[in-house]
């Protein structure tokens, strides 16, 4: 009799997969063989779609779990896609970044060919890379070897040797740093001779090394098809011709392939990626199933409106393009458009409105402003310092790599295999060690590698405090596990803050709140960009930016508005009826309902009057309300003024509100805060308007 094997998963019935998912995520599931395109516009839920059809084909039977390879960019993506097929109990799928795929194909098959380990891959090229320019006598700085690397990335992505760059670099308009085309092929030829001599490879070698040992050796290719006989690419938009060309050897003439991504979401080309191989996947693979995902679920109707008006519908004949998204998130406030008149206006206001969507209920760590490029990040933090917006600035660096988080995990394992203190929490152990290392309850002011070390101390603390709210009583050694978890997935902790970061960095995250600033030309569109397609991918920027945001969206500009924002704002899509551009009138300035006059400050403009107006509330509601909320917020453990801040008890005491449409039009109470606290708030009004009439009587 046949044992049963215990530890095999469970797999869902094959209807009940395809329950779950809306009905273009099903085509994508019931489409098993390839070659299959899948263009998924932004929140489509993409990944659901992909895992599920992975799923699917499991359990029906035409896939081997283990012969499946999902490839995407990101450790985290990849990680994420493995948690996500365990759940749906398929184990054994190669989810892999193209990196982490080739480098384990390379590895293994390397000492087969050449009687020796693969070489070793160097930590940073910025050393070799300087020892080469100055060998030739070119004066690099820390910005131009910046230049030179991201440079010599692109050259071997896009299958440009160091003898062809200048030419190259001509016919398609490349400059770096002032430096000449033919300089830069110097230096490129100097960096792989010394790269060579030392025995050394660099991060784009392994995918060079990949495929140069899959092309000369027929036999390691036909054994690597064999293993992976279905192929899955996520974020297709971006694969760089070397990629391209090492998934070509993977599929070969089988054609078993998925590829799933979104034209209107390439804003990688500096970097080599190519959205043509995505939008011209029909025509290269006749008989391909194309599938469109356009349910968005992220954001609201107003934020998705303002997404597909950006993005005009393109006529491409035979081009596979982006989609219409169709919201599913319900609806929510309109996007607000704001036109400062200088930057440090433009910042202040973006902090100003930050602090008002917290007091309307959405934590600082579901919110973040997003910019072109990193010259605009430092305005904005100090205008976020000053008005005592907590932040923290979204670093290109993997979080993990950091040497003080790195130096952090060392010093919590090591803690938590010492002999635990049953009197001390675990939260007050966490905090110790983390203290003498730099961090501290408040954050230290202004920018530089301080903020930046405590920033990454701070995420370690939240991820402790996470930890310990849905395990009261878990141990240090809890905690680290939970640490060690998100290492080997990057999952990215973050404290209680905006993030500040560029539109490049926030791909494929997303927030309850997103301001998007500096939204004028010179800097959106970039002042370098001037080619119709350089505009384009800026337009893209753009998009991906707007399409961060769940539910509340702001919009800003200090210098003359980007042509982008044509037929966005207010006033604009009546104005392109007629044939005319009118310039959107400024949104007007509310004023006191007291003595007329402009209001200004954010606590003013929450009341409806000025702070020194007269008042007409009754001064014994305002003390019950008071009292309610030092009892809710010594309940929910937080602070008095996160419940509701005085300016907003003052506006409930002076409204008096009778039911929910009441305290919705009050500044401070959005849905949210109304969900959680408004009946309680309307009784507490009841009440004192019961006690007021017992005292009359």
Known sequence: MNSLNMSAPILPAPEQLLDALDPEQREVALALSGPVAVIAGAGTGKTRAITHRIAYGARVGAYVPNQVLAVTFTTRAAGEMRGRL???????????????????????????????????????????????????????????????????????????????????????????????????????????????????????????????????????????????????????????????????????????????????????????????????????????????????????????????????????????????????????????????????????GIAQWLRRQHEDGIAYREMAVLFRINAQSPALEQALSTAGVPYLVRSGERFYERPEVRQALGQLRTQARATADPDVPTGDQVRAVLSELGWTPQAPTGAGATRERWESLAALVQVADDVLAALPRATLADVVEALTERANAQHVPQAEGVTLSTIHAAKGLEWDAVAVSGVHEGTLPFVLATSAEEIAEERRLLYVAITRARQRLRISWSRKPSRFLDGLRPGDVESARAGRRVRPKAARTPSCRVCGEPLTQGADRKLGRHLDCPSSYDESMLELLKEWRKQTAEADKVPAYVVFTDATLIAIAEAVPQDHGDLLRLRGIGQAKLTKYGEEVLAVVRLAGDRNAEGTD
């Open 86 to 348: 365990q759940q749906l109990g398929v184990r054994g799928v190669q989810a892999r970044t193209f990196h982490s795929a080739a480098l384990r194909q390379a590895q293994y098959f390397w000492p087969r060919v050449y009687r020796g380990d693969l070489p070793q891959i160097l930590d940073n090229r910025f050393g070799v890379l300087a020892e080469a320019a100055r060998r030739l006598r070119v004066g690099v700085d820390t910005a131009k070897l910046r230049d030179l690397s991201g440079e010599i990335s692109w050259s071997k992505v896009s299958n440009v040797t160091a003898a062809d760059y200048p030419g190259i670099a001509r016919a398609t308009r490349r400059e770096v740093s002032g430096l000449d085309p033919d300089t830069i092929g110097r230096v490129f030829a100097g960096y792989e001779q010394l790269k060579n001599d030392r025995g050394r490879i660099d991060f784009e070698d392994i995918l060079l090394c990949t495929v140069a040992l899959l092309s000369d050796h027929p036999e390691i290719l036909e054994e690597v098809r064999r293993t992976y006989r279905h192929l899955v690419v996520d974020e297709y938009q971006d694969v760089s011709p070397l990629q391209e060309t090492l998934l070509d050897l993977w599929v070969g003439e089988r054609g078993d392939l998925c590829v799933v991504g979104d034209p209107a979401q390439t804003i990688h080309s500096f970097a080599g990626a190519r959205s043509d191989y995505l939008t011209g996947f029909a025509r290269k693979h006749r008989r391909a199933t194309v599938v469109r995902l356009v349910r968005d679920y992220r954001s609201t109707h107003e934020v998705v409106e303002v997404a597909n008006r950006l993005m005009r519908p393109s006529s491409n004949r035979g081009e596979l393009t982006g989609v219409t998204l169709q919201a599913q998130a319900g609806h929510g406030p309109e996007p607000v458009y704001v036109d400062s008149g200088d930057e440090p206006t433009e910042a202040a």
